[in-house]
Protein backbone atom coordinates (compact mmCIF):
# COMPACT_ATOMS: atom_id res chain seq x y z
CA UNK A 1 0.00 0.00 0.00
CA UNK A 2 1.19 3.38 -0.63
CA UNK A 3 1.56 5.93 1.70
CA UNK A 4 0.00 9.35 0.96
CA UNK A 5 2.46 12.37 1.40
CA UNK A 6 2.03 13.85 4.73
CA UNK A 7 2.02 17.68 5.83
CA UNK A 8 3.74 19.82 3.33
CA UNK A 9 5.35 17.26 1.06
CA UNK A 10 1.75 17.13 -1.04
CA UNK A 11 3.41 20.07 -2.50
CA UNK A 12 7.41 18.82 -3.49
CA UNK A 13 6.63 15.64 -5.07
CA UNK A 14 9.96 14.07 -5.72
CA UNK A 15 11.25 12.98 -8.79
CA UNK A 16 13.96 10.89 -7.69
CA UNK A 17 16.55 12.44 -10.21
CA UNK A 18 20.02 11.88 -10.23
CA UNK A 19 22.27 15.34 -9.33
CA UNK A 20 22.22 17.38 -12.57
CA UNK A 21 25.42 19.63 -14.23
CA UNK A 22 26.96 21.67 -11.44
CA UNK A 23 25.38 19.77 -8.28
CA UNK A 24 27.82 17.41 -5.92
CA UNK A 25 26.42 14.71 -3.94
CA UNK A 26 26.28 15.02 0.02
CA UNK A 27 27.52 12.65 2.53
CA UNK A 28 24.15 11.48 2.45
CA UNK A 29 23.30 11.09 -1.63
CA UNK A 30 21.52 14.43 -1.42
CA UNK A 31 22.37 17.08 -4.19
CA UNK A 32 24.35 20.10 -3.22
CA UNK A 33 24.67 23.46 -5.71
CA UNK A 34 27.88 25.33 -5.70
CA UNK A 35 26.81 27.84 -7.61
CA UNK A 36 30.14 29.80 -9.07
CA UNK A 37 29.46 32.72 -7.78
CA UNK A 38 29.00 31.75 -3.73
CA UNK A 39 31.05 29.53 -1.43
CA UNK A 40 30.40 26.20 -1.06
CA UNK A 41 27.77 25.59 2.07
CA UNK A 42 28.37 26.24 5.60
CA UNK A 43 29.49 23.20 7.70
CA UNK A 44 26.73 20.98 8.94
CA UNK A 45 25.19 21.88 11.89
CA UNK A 46 25.07 19.96 15.05
CA UNK A 47 21.73 19.19 17.50
CA UNK A 48 18.29 17.66 16.88
CA UNK A 49 16.24 17.87 13.82
CA UNK A 50 13.48 21.08 13.26
CA UNK A 51 10.73 21.26 11.43
CA UNK A 52 12.68 22.59 9.00
CA UNK A 53 15.39 19.83 8.80
CA UNK A 54 12.16 17.68 8.19
CA UNK A 55 11.03 19.51 5.36
CA UNK A 56 14.19 19.33 3.88
CA UNK A 57 13.75 15.28 4.63
CA UNK A 58 10.26 15.14 3.21
CA UNK A 59 11.16 17.51 0.11
CA UNK A 60 13.56 14.67 -0.71
CA UNK A 61 11.14 12.00 -0.63
CA UNK A 62 8.40 13.72 -1.97
CA UNK A 63 5.44 11.31 -3.28
CA UNK A 64 4.99 9.50 -6.43
CA UNK A 65 4.53 10.57 -10.22
CA UNK A 66 5.01 14.22 -9.88
CA UNK A 67 1.43 14.85 -9.23
CA UNK A 68 0.33 17.82 -9.02
CA UNK A 69 -1.33 19.22 -5.16
CA UNK A 70 -4.83 17.72 -4.81
CA UNK A 71 -7.16 20.12 -4.40
CA UNK A 72 -7.89 19.04 -0.84
CA UNK A 73 -6.71 16.56 1.92
CA UNK A 74 -7.44 15.65 5.36
CA UNK A 75 -7.02 16.80 8.83
CA UNK A 76 -4.11 14.65 10.00
CA UNK A 77 -5.34 14.96 13.47
CA UNK A 78 -8.88 14.26 13.24
CA UNK A 79 -9.43 12.86 9.51
CA UNK A 80 -11.64 15.74 8.52
CA UNK A 81 -11.78 16.57 4.64
CA UNK A 82 -10.76 20.20 4.53
CA UNK A 83 -10.09 22.45 1.27
CA UNK A 84 -6.21 23.37 -0.29
CA UNK A 85 -6.17 25.95 1.72
CA UNK A 86 -5.86 25.38 5.12
CA UNK A 87 -4.08 26.16 8.75
CA UNK A 88 -0.77 23.56 10.01
CA UNK A 89 0.13 22.39 13.60
CA UNK A 90 3.44 22.03 14.27
CA UNK A 91 4.60 18.10 15.83
CA UNK A 92 7.69 19.44 17.94
CA UNK A 93 8.18 15.87 19.23
CA UNK A 94 8.18 14.53 15.78
CA UNK A 95 9.95 17.80 14.04
CA UNK A 96 7.20 17.91 11.34
CA UNK A 97 3.84 19.99 10.25
CA UNK A 98 0.24 18.08 10.17
CA UNK A 99 -2.29 19.77 8.13
CA UNK A 100 -5.66 20.98 10.30
CA UNK A 101 -9.07 21.72 10.18
CA UNK A 102 -10.10 24.96 11.72
CA UNK A 103 -11.34 23.50 14.84
CA UNK A 104 -8.18 20.97 15.27
CA UNK A 105 -6.01 24.29 14.87
CA UNK A 106 -7.38 26.53 17.50
CA UNK A 107 -7.08 23.82 20.35
CA UNK A 108 -3.44 24.33 19.83
CA UNK A 109 -3.19 28.26 18.87
CA UNK A 110 -2.13 28.01 23.42
CA UNK A 111 1.47 26.83 24.18
CA UNK A 112 0.95 25.03 27.26
CA UNK A 113 -1.91 22.76 24.73
CA UNK A 114 -1.29 19.26 24.26
CA UNK A 115 1.33 19.12 26.75
CA UNK A 116 3.46 21.56 24.58
CA UNK A 117 4.04 18.88 21.89
CA UNK A 118 1.91 20.49 19.08
CA UNK A 119 1.71 24.37 18.64
CA UNK A 120 -0.72 25.98 16.15
CA UNK A 121 1.06 27.47 12.90
CA UNK A 122 0.23 31.51 12.68
CA UNK A 123 -0.40 33.24 10.03
CA UNK A 124 1.01 36.43 10.36
CA UNK A 125 3.91 37.68 7.79
CA UNK A 126 5.26 41.35 9.11
CA UNK A 127 7.90 43.69 7.58
CA UNK A 128 9.90 45.93 9.36
CA UNK A 129 10.65 49.44 7.10
CA UNK A 130 11.60 51.84 9.71
CA UNK A 131 14.74 49.54 10.42
CA UNK A 132 15.83 48.27 7.09
CA UNK A 133 19.07 45.99 6.92
CA UNK A 134 21.80 47.21 5.46
CA UNK A 135 24.27 44.38 3.26
CA UNK A 136 26.92 45.06 5.59
CA UNK A 137 24.63 43.25 8.21
CA UNK A 138 23.21 40.45 6.47
CA UNK A 139 27.48 40.33 5.50
CA UNK A 140 28.12 39.81 9.40
CA UNK A 141 26.12 36.30 9.46
CA UNK A 142 28.53 34.51 7.05
CA UNK A 143 25.37 32.94 4.93
CA UNK A 144 27.06 31.60 1.62
CA UNK A 145 23.63 32.25 -0.74
CA UNK A 146 21.26 35.31 -0.82
CA UNK A 147 18.64 33.46 0.45
CA UNK A 148 17.88 32.52 3.42
CA UNK A 149 15.59 31.46 6.39
CA UNK A 150 16.45 31.64 10.66
CA UNK A 151 14.19 29.64 12.82
CA UNK A 152 14.59 29.62 16.75
CA UNK A 153 14.70 25.88 18.76
CA UNK A 154 12.66 25.79 22.02
CA UNK A 155 14.55 22.16 22.37
CA UNK A 156 18.15 23.80 21.30
CA UNK A 157 17.25 27.41 22.65
CA UNK A 158 18.76 28.83 19.98
CA UNK A 159 18.42 29.96 16.15
CA UNK A 160 19.71 28.59 13.87
CA UNK A 161 20.42 29.34 9.85
CA UNK A 162 18.43 27.40 7.13
CA UNK A 163 18.99 27.89 2.71
CA UNK A 164 16.66 26.06 0.44
CA UNK A 165 18.56 23.85 -1.84
CA UNK A 166 17.27 21.16 -4.33
CA UNK A 167 18.16 18.78 -1.30
CA UNK A 168 15.44 20.62 0.22
CA UNK A 169 16.52 22.59 3.74
CA UNK A 170 20.41 23.02 4.39
CA UNK A 171 21.17 24.15 7.85
CA UNK A 172 23.97 26.17 8.48
CA UNK A 173 26.35 26.71 11.39
CA UNK A 174 25.27 30.63 12.65
CA UNK A 175 27.42 32.90 14.45
CA UNK A 176 25.30 33.36 17.34
CA UNK A 177 27.06 36.53 18.52
CA UNK A 178 26.79 38.03 14.79
CA UNK A 179 23.00 37.07 15.15
CA UNK A 180 22.38 38.68 18.86
CA UNK A 181 24.16 41.97 17.53
CA UNK A 182 21.82 41.91 14.49
CA UNK A 183 18.48 41.35 16.96
CA UNK A 184 19.71 44.52 19.04
CA UNK A 185 18.86 46.37 16.28
CA UNK A 186 16.23 44.71 14.09
CA UNK A 187 12.95 44.22 16.42
CA UNK A 188 11.44 41.89 13.87
CA UNK A 189 14.14 39.30 14.58
CA UNK A 190 13.24 39.08 18.25
CA UNK A 191 9.47 39.03 17.29
CA UNK A 192 9.25 35.72 15.96
CA UNK A 193 7.84 32.89 17.96
CA UNK A 194 9.98 29.67 18.94
CA UNK A 195 9.42 26.52 16.44
CA UNK A 196 6.28 28.13 14.39
CA UNK A 197 8.05 31.28 12.98
CA UNK A 198 10.81 32.08 11.08
CA UNK A 199 12.86 35.22 9.94
CA UNK A 200 13.35 35.10 6.29
CA UNK A 201 15.81 37.64 4.85
CA UNK A 202 16.51 37.99 0.60
CA UNK A 203 20.04 39.68 -0.08
CA UNK A 204 19.91 40.90 -4.18
CA UNK A 205 22.48 42.97 -5.47
CA UNK A 206 20.51 46.43 -4.58
CA UNK A 207 18.61 45.81 -1.27
CA UNK A 208 18.04 43.38 1.87
CA UNK A 209 14.52 42.58 2.67
CA UNK A 210 13.46 40.52 5.83
CA UNK A 211 10.20 39.25 7.19
CA UNK A 212 8.63 37.35 9.51
CA UNK A 213 7.11 34.67 8.21
CA UNK A 214 5.22 30.98 9.19
CA UNK A 215 6.98 27.85 9.34
CA UNK A 216 4.89 27.00 6.93
CA UNK A 217 5.87 29.37 4.42
CA UNK A 218 9.42 27.93 4.43
CA UNK A 219 8.12 24.21 3.86
CA UNK A 220 6.99 25.95 0.82
CA UNK A 221 10.06 27.67 -0.08
CA UNK A 222 12.10 24.26 0.21
CA UNK A 223 9.55 22.06 -1.80
CA UNK A 224 9.53 25.05 -4.89
CA UNK A 225 13.54 24.62 -4.86
CA UNK A 226 13.05 20.79 -4.48
CA UNK A 227 10.86 20.87 -7.55
CA UNK A 228 11.88 22.97 -9.85
CA UNK A 229 15.75 23.45 -9.87
CA UNK A 230 17.35 22.49 -12.64
CA UNK A 231 20.89 22.53 -13.72
CA UNK A 232 24.10 24.59 -11.85
CA UNK A 233 21.94 27.84 -11.62
CA UNK A 234 18.63 26.59 -11.05
CA UNK A 235 17.25 27.60 -14.22
CA UNK A 236 14.27 30.09 -15.30
CA UNK A 237 11.56 28.06 -14.00
CA UNK A 238 13.28 27.71 -10.51
CA UNK A 239 13.87 31.73 -10.60
CA UNK A 240 10.61 32.34 -11.59
CA UNK A 241 8.69 30.65 -8.74
CA UNK A 242 10.97 31.97 -6.04
CA UNK A 243 10.34 35.16 -7.28
CA UNK A 244 7.04 34.62 -7.29
CA UNK A 245 6.93 33.52 -3.73
CA UNK A 246 8.69 36.77 -2.64
CA UNK A 247 6.24 38.70 -3.86
CA UNK A 248 3.67 36.63 -2.30
CA UNK A 249 5.56 37.11 0.91
CA UNK A 250 5.71 41.16 0.12
CA UNK A 251 2.02 41.64 -0.37
CA UNK A 252 1.09 39.10 2.59
CA UNK A 253 3.12 41.21 4.88
CA UNK A 254 2.25 44.26 7.77
CA UNK A 255 4.15 46.42 9.24
CA UNK A 256 5.82 45.19 12.89
CA UNK A 257 3.20 46.34 15.58
CA UNK A 258 4.25 49.32 17.38
CA UNK A 259 4.39 47.74 20.95
CA UNK A 260 6.65 44.75 19.53
CA UNK A 261 8.97 47.96 18.62
CA UNK A 262 9.02 49.23 22.00
CA UNK A 263 9.81 45.96 23.59
CA UNK A 264 13.03 46.23 22.10
CA UNK A 265 13.81 49.31 24.36
CA UNK A 266 15.21 52.56 23.45
CA UNK A 267 16.73 53.44 19.99
CA UNK A 268 13.63 51.38 19.04
Do not use: K
Not at 174 to 203: G, N, Y
Amino acid sequence: MTRRPSGLSRFVQGTGQAPTAGQQATDNGGPEVRPPSEPGPCAPASGGATAVTAAGREAHVGGSGGSSPRAGTDCEMCAERIPAEHSHVADLENSSLMCACRACYLLFTQRQAGRGRYRAVPDRYLHDPVHPMSAREWEELEIPVGLAFFLRSSQRDEVGAFYPSPAGATECRLDLTAWAQLSAEHPLLQAMEPDVEATLISRTDDTVEHFLVPIDACYELAGRMRLYWRGFDGGAEARQSIAEFLASVRSRARFLPLPERAEQGPGH
